[in-house]
């Protein structure tokens, strides 16, 4: 017996969600990506603390979505796995141009915020594309292997890069934290990197610091 696998193209609708209103008052358009295991719109708790009136929050969703063990009562979501990744990458890519095209952000400061997993994808976003951002803050997530400082080239001086981690982090630490902040440097002309006492979290205070 053959065993095959196919592929096939076909149309899909996905979710995302954003905080306060995009008005003339607004500066900045955030683009934040959450971590392994959320929904886009609890991922928004995080930056209720910015300034309403001159922060607009978008917040993509992660198509492939899990109940989360051990009670298997909450749902989360994943972006990517080692499962057909390059094609993931594709429909991840595909799905942000179609969130930015929904939204009229002409004349703002845009910021990229990635947490953990999220780190990967909007790195890779921001790459492809040759977007021009204000901020790109990575926080406590893997740098993709596969980028280098040609994919970023295009970016001024004007673009600031911040990497955050948890000093006890129990996942971006030892070895593996050496070699992020060698890649990380290597990638960027100019890189903040901000350390804080605690493990693998959303830290608040410097995205309010950061942004504010």
Not at 35 to 55: A, E, H, V
Not at 200 to 205: F, I, L, R, S, W
């Amino acid at each position: 017996m053959n065993s095959t696998e196919k592929e096939i193209v076909y149309k899909v609708s996905n979710s995302y969600s954003t905080l306060n209103t995009l008005s003339s008052k607004t500066k900045n358009v955030i683009f934040a990506c959450h971590g392994m295991g959320y929904l886009s719109r609890y991922f928004l708790k995080y930056f209720k603390g910015l300034d309403s009136d001159l922060n607009y929050i978008i917040v993509p969703q992660a198509q492939s979505k899990y109940y989360i063990a051990p009670k298997m009562k909450h749902v989360g979501a994943s972006w990517l796995t080692k499962e057909n990744t390059l094609k993931e990458i594709e429909n991840v890519i595909n799905y942000f141009d179609s969130v930015f095209q929904n939204e009229n952000i002409e004349g703002k400061n845009l910021i990229f915020i990635g947490y953990s997993q999220g780190v990967s994808v909007v790195m890779r976003y921001v790459a492809r594309k040759k977007i021009s951002f204000s901020k790109l803050l990575l926080m406590s997530g893997g740098i993709p292997n596969e980028l280098t400082s040609e994919d970023f080239k295009y970016l001024g001086d004007q673009s600031e890069v911040y990497y955050v981690y948890g000093e006890k982090d129990e996942y971006i630490n030892g070895e593996f934290l050496k070699l992020e902040k060698n890649k990380i440097k290597n990638i960027f002309k100019s890189v903040n990197s901000i350390s804080f006492e605690g493990n693998h979290q959303v830290n608040v205070d410097i995205i309010e610091s950061i942004i504010n």
